[in-house]
C-alpha cells in the first residue's frame, strides 16, 4: 500500500472501535478517517453520527473508497470471512481476533501476500497485556 490517506472501514464498534474513532476523531495530523462503521445491533446509542453506521459489513468491505478495513468483533466465524472478502477485495486489513488469527494464519498470509495488501494482527497477540 502506498502512502495515501487511510480510508477505513471500521466493523464492530465496542470499547476498542469507539476508541479508535475518538483517536482519529480528535488528532486531525492523522492522514486517515472513518469513512463507514459495521455494527450488529443499530437500535443501541453511540457517541458517534448515525450515518457513520450500516448494518451492511458487505457495503464497507466492497466500497471502493474504502482500503483499510479494521476489523473488531467478538465472532470468529464472521471475522474469518470479512477478513478473507476484504484481502480479496485488496483492502488491507487490521484484525484483533485471537481466535480467528490462530486457526486461519497460514491462509490468511498467503492472500495478504497473493494481494499485495497488510494484514495487520499484532493486538490479536498482545491487546490485553
Do not use: W
Not at 458487505?58 to 478473507?84: G, R, T, W
Amino acid at each position: 500500500m502506498t502512502n495515501k490517506k487511510l480510508k477505513i472501514g471500521l466493523i464492530g464498534f465496542g470499547v476498542v472501535g469507539e476508541g479508535i474513532y475518538q483517536v482519529l476523531k480528535n488528532t486531525p495530523s492523522l492522514d486517515a478517517e472513518i469513512v463507514k462503521i459495521g455494527i450488529k445491533n443499530s437500535s443501541k446509542e453511540r457517541n458517534a453520527p448515525s450515518e457513520l453506521f450500516t448494518n451492511d459489513v458487505q457495503s464497507i468491505i466492497n466500497n471502493p473508497n474504502i482500503n483499510v478495513i479494521v476489523e473488531l468483533i467478538d465472532d470468529d466465524i464472521a471475522a474469518y470471512q470479512i477478513v478473507k472478502q476484504s484481502l480479496l477485495n485488496k483492502k488491507a486489513v487490521v484484525s484483533a481476533n485471537k481466535k480467528m488469527i490462530a486457526a486461519h494464519q497460514k491462509e490468511l498470509i498467503e492472500l495478504q501476500k497473493e494481494n499485495n495488501v497488510f494484514l495487520l494482527y499484532e493486538a490479536a497477540v498482545g491487546g490485553s497485556l
